[in-house]
């Protein structure tokens, strides 16, 4: 398996995830830089998390036009796995591969602490490690990571099985929803994550890097990694 992280100016979890990715995968892991037009044949895509260009006009919205995103593109649409994280998220959905936005955080104030989302598909390439349901501990770390969508968007992305995550209770059992404190940032109906529409293209807010292995408190995010290793080696 072979895998690239692209790094833009601001990035600040790029080692992060390649570290991760690297013990998943037991091997190493591209980095590319932003203004590259080009790029190595790969299995998966990473945008990581943290301030691309330092946030300015709309988080993601300056790098979604740096020129290495022409190739992330062509290459998502050609059934390249693409994963963005936080910031990343961001940057799919100013580039237009996943639908909706990512607004101000609910509570106006930047969050940075452990959350519990619930694996709402574990049938796709990102999260077949999982079971459905299963409720995992990730840190978040946003200021704008209030996911939005119209009501015709929404009902597509739970018709279809793409809504990834959910943020939940501490029990995570289905007849509860997400409270304020449960909800760090008061994404519509919960959201933490979606897919496209071919599950080919994850886009989430919490860090399954930052919980991957022991000595950060948890693995929860491992699985995550270990599924793409599984699906895509």
């Known amino acids: 398996m072979k895998a690239s992280v692209i790094v833009f100016p601001g990035s600040n979890c790029d080692r992060d995830i390649q570290v991760a990715l690297a013990n998943s995968m037991g091997g190493p892991v591209d980095?590319?830089?932003?203004?590259?037009?080009?790029?190595?044949?790969?299995?998966?895509?990473?945008?990581?998390?943290?301030?691309?260009?330092?946030?300015?006009?709309?988080?993601g919205a300056m790098s979604a036009r740096s020129p290495v995103m022409r190739e992330v593109v062509a290459r998502a649409e050609q059934g390249v796995a693409v994963l963005g994280i936080c910031n990343g998220f961001q940057i799919l959905l100013e580039a237009g591969l996943l639908p909706g936005a990512l607004l101000l955080n609910a509570g106006r104030n930047f969050v940075c602490r452990d959350v519990n989302i619930r694996?709402?598909?574990?049938?796709?390439?990102?999260?077949?490690?999982?079971?459905?349901?299963?409720?995992?501990?990730?840190?978040?770390?946003?200021?704008?990571?209030?996911?939005?969508?119209?009501?015709?968007?929404?009902?597509?992305?739970?018709?279809?099985?793409?809504?990834?995550?959910?943020?939940?209770?501490?029990?995570?059992?289905?007849?509860?929803?997400?409270?304020?404190?449960?909800?760090?940032n008061g994404s519509i109906d919960d959201i933490a994550g979606i897919f496209n529409d071919r599950k080919t293209v994850l886009g989430l807010m919490p860090h399954p890097e930052r919980a991957a292995d022991p000595v950060h408190g948890g693995t929860?995010?491992?699985?995550?990694?270990?599924?793409l290793v599984s699906a895509l080696a």
């Open 119 to 184: 694996v709402e598909n574990s049938q796709t390439p990102f999260t077949n490690g999982y079971e459905q349901g299963q409720v995992l501990r990730i840190p978040v770390a946003h200021h704008d990571g209030q996911y939005f969508a119209d009501p015709d968007t929404l009902v597509e992305l739970r018709a279809a099985d793409r809504i990834a995550f959910r943020y939940c209770g501490v029990g995570g059992d289905e007849d509860g929803a997400a409270g304020p404190r449960d909800n760090p």
């Open 220 to 227: 929860d995010g491992r699985g995550l990694l270990a599924s």
């Open 31 to 59: 980095m590319v830089w932003h203004g590259e037009t080009e790029m190595a044949k790969t299995d998966l895509i990473v945008l990581p998390g943290g301030f691309s260009y330092g946030d300015y006009l709309r988080c």
